[in-house]
């Protein structure tokens, strides 16, 4: 999926209210994806922006959150979630706080449509990305084509199923000389 932003935020644990350090990265399809290090080998979590997110917080509008020691207020960025909970970040720099802010509202709000692989199909991600100028003049929608040769689980289930079965057909076929 096509990249956003990415980079580091401090995030708080929702248990003990600690401060921890993640790599976040966030792709077009709104999906706010946060990792151990930049290496993106350990996901720690995964928030589904475009279908979780209520509303996005900065600075001063994170009431009851102390900043990481050593950080402004201003620096924090609070991403309330439809089922009430929330997601405490920090970011390095007021700035920072605001681009990520941007960055999540506009993941949340760009439509996102799947259609069949045309052309623009980039084989190392799987999907291919053009725009569209069919909508409000200034406004561009971005359109991502799926990977026709991704296999879902249901597909991969049901060939497994046919493969067993024809498997056993021939299994059965086959061994009948053997009873003669």
Not at 51 to 67: A, F, L
Not at 165 to 172: I, V
Request: hydrophobic share 40%.
């Amino acid at each position: 999926m096509a990249l956003v932003k990415s980079g580091w935020l401090w995030r708080q644990s929702s248990i003990l209210r600690r401060w921890k350090r993640n790599w976040f990265v966030l792709y077009l399809d709104g999906s706010l994806v946060y990792y151990h290090d930049e290496t993106q080998r350990d996901m720690d979590g995964r928030i589904h922006i475009k279908y979780s997110c209520r509303d996005v917080r900065i600075g001063r509008e994170c009431r009851d959150v102390q900043p990481p020691e050593g950080k402004s207020r201003d620096c924090l960025l609070t991403v309330v979630l439809r089922d009430g909970s929330k997601t405490t970040l920090c970011a390095e720099s007021e700035d920072d706080a605001i681009a990520w802010k941007m960055a999540v509202l506009e993941a949340k709000s760009t439509p996102v449509r799947i259609h069949p692989l045309e052309r623009g199909h980039h084989p190392s991600t799987g999907f291919g990305i053009g725009a569209c100028r069919e909508g409000a003049p200034g406004v561009t929608h971005v359109i991502v084509r799926e990977d026709p040769y991704r296999v879902s689980g249901d597909q991969m289930a049901l060939g497994l199923l046919a493969g067993a079965a024809t498997g056993a057909a021939l299994g059965s076929f086959m061994w009948m000389p053997c009873w003669f």
